[in-house]
């Protein structure tokens, strides 16, 4: 579900960069040159849904689990930028912080789903004679 999420917000940013951004928590709409930040975050935000759903579609579970615990830096990257430029706090907790800790916990299951798997003893199968 959040890979088809951020498929669908990627390809937007380059393309409606006035009508996402707000959404993004900075204070003015990019204009001119900023404008390519959009740009830059679309295609970030599209190449991430797309690993991700390789991933899943592949059933590496475990490297999805990687993958996702690494790529939460990238929303808490995105909430330090809307702080530190003086964004929308509501905004930069609210979308970017908690879409990092939902990211980051979704990665921490399927690692500690993989290990749990891979301790459990399998049950022999014995017959009856």
């Known amino acids: 579900m959040g890979a088809a999420f951020i498929l669908y917000i990627g390809p937007e940013l380059p393309v409606r960069p006035q009508s996402i951004a707000p959404g993004f928590g900075l204070p003015a709409r990019p204009e001119g040159e900023a404008a390519a930040f959009m740009n830059l975050k679309g295609v ?7 690993v991700h759903l ?5 059933r590496q579970r475990f490297a999805l689990g990687v ?42 299951l399927l690692l500690r789903e993989h290990r749990s798997a891979a301790t459990t003893p399998t049950l022999a199968m014995t017959t009856v004679a």
């Open 44 to 50: 970030r935000d599209t190449a991430f849904g797309i």
């Open 54 to 58: 390789a991933l899943l579609a592949t």
């Open 67 to 108: 993958t996702m615990l690494m790529t939460s830096l990238v929303p808490i990257g995105d909430m330090l930028t809307v702080l530190r430029y003086d964004g929308s706090t509501a905004t930069a907790f609210g979308v970017h912080g908690l879409t990092a800790a939902l990211v980051a916990c979704t990665g921490l």
